[in-house]
């Protein structure tokens, strides 16, 4: 335990505290058991050892482990938590939870969390894993225990403030609309956002970009193949052939995103028989936050619904994985969805690009874009890259990565 210990010592006492996320600021920490999911490389890590900081610095006594140490591949998490806390332990930081080695086929991370919540009341938990970790059929049920959030990569406004460029307050949907020619107005006055917008769009959404291009793109062709063979194995049971099934599957649809799905030339190319495993194939992919699927109706059950079309989760992977070049149009759309997704329902309407909320329809295009498409429809919106600063109902593109 002391090794453990040590390592969370070190590892709170330098992480960098000069940028945080949003979500920290959203997080309900007064909870008792704490879910954070995201994908690999979006910076969970980061945040559970900035408020493990934060916590430590006011005198509570805090641990954080990766529960993939080699220590508890032969001690159980129950017996390190039981003596942590008799040494008067109040606040418990877990990493990769869904890679904890059970000790026996009737235990697992949940049920040993299920019984330390139950069993530590004074104790404050917060634990992270894979995006997608509520996908896995534990023995232990957290659903009435724990509070869940869901961590992106950076938005356009974060990445800003990551790279000390700028730091702006978060946007709400109504305000952008009703107030979006002073804000643009007042962010031009500091920085000029298409300068910055086009890196953003090519390595700016996950925080582990260390200055060099290509080897970031390796980088993340090593994510989605670790997300893939190591990830999803741990929640979902996917035999060996699958894995190679959900690769040719994510390989076809980055070659031309937005994708407008056609099922039998799909299932020819990934090399399934039957439509229901294909549709279940991309519900994996888009829990895993590797691709995301635009649907007309957003309601039922969505994996029986063929989607209206296909996104990659962020324009990055698209840069990353495609082998042609980064099509302007796919890559506006990816940015304008992912970026949206985060806070608001989104649909595919039947005249523009986007349905929001029910309510608001959007068309993405560069700037000499018109409302000629969507003149006739109340509430409708030209979102338009390569403008700084838009007019009545037409948008900036990268205002949008203002809103988390």
């Known amino acids: 335990m002391d090794a453990v210990i040590n390592l969370s ?13 949003g979500l920290m600021d959203k997080i309900d920490w007064s909870q008792r058991l704490v879910e954070v999911r995201g994908s690999r490389g979006v910076g969970k890590t980061t945040l559970l050892l900035q408020k493990a900081h934060e916590l ?6 805090v641990v954080y482990a990766s529960l993939d140490l080699p220590y508890f591949f032969s001690q ?4 390190f938590v039981d003596e942590f806390t008799k040494y008067g332990g109040t606040h418990l930081f877990l990493d990769e939870v869904h890679r904890y080695p059970s000790k026996n086929k009737d235990s697992d991370w949940s049920l040993e969390l299920k019984n330390i919540y139950d069993s530590f009341p004074a104790l404050k938990i917060v634990y992270s894993g894979s995006s997608i970790l509520h996908l896995f059929k534990g023995k232990g049920d957290l659903s009435r225990r724990k509070a869940t959030y869901l ?3 950076l938005s356009f406004r974060e990445y800003l403030a990551l790279n000390s460029i700028g730091e702006f307050a978060i946007l709400t949907l109504e305000d952008l609309l009703q107030n979006h020619e002073e804000i643009a107005m007042d962010i031009t006055d500091k920085i000029r956002p298409l300068q910055h917008f086009k890196a953003y769009l090519k390595h700016g959404f996950y925080p582990f970009y260390s200055g060099n291009e290509s080897v970031y793109c390796r980088q993340l062709q090593d994510v989605v193949n670790l997300i893939i063979d190591a990830d999803l194995p741990y929640t979902a049971t996917i035999s060996q052939n699958a894995r190679e099934q959900l690769k040719r599957l994510l390989g076809a649809i980055s070659s031309s995103v937005p994708y407008v799905p056609n099922m039998s030339k799909l299932a020819t190319l990934v090399n399934v028989t039957d439509h229901r495993t294909l549709l279940k194939y991309m519900q994996l992919l888009e829990e895993a936050q590797l691709i995301a699927l635009l649907r007309s109706d957003a309601k039922g059950n969505k994996q029986l619904q063929k989607p209206d079309k296909i996104f ?19 890559e506006r759309e990816t940015f304008f ?10 649909t595919y309407p039947q005249k523009g690009d986007f349905k929001v909320n029910e309510k608001y329809i959007f068309e993405i295009g560069g700037k000499n874009k018109t409302q000629k498409q969507i003149q006739d429809l109340a509430n409708a919106y030209v979102v338009s ?8 109902k037409k948008i900036p593109l990268w205002l949008f990565g203002m809103m988390y």
């Open 337 to 346: 969805y992912n970026q949206l997704t985060q806070h608001e329902k989104v």
């Open 76 to 79: 159980h998490l129950f017996d």
């Open 312 to 330: 990659l989760n962020n324009t990055n992977l698209k840069h990353a994985l495609s082998i042609s070049e980064t099509n302007v149009g796919s």
């Open 56 to 61: 430590k610095m006011t005198g509570a006594k």
């Open 9 to 21: 010592n070190r590892l709170i006492s330098n992480v960098n505290q000069s940028f945080q996320r």
């Open 385 to 392: 890259d390569e403008i700084e600063i838009g007019f009545g």
């Open 151 to 153: 961590m992106n990569g």
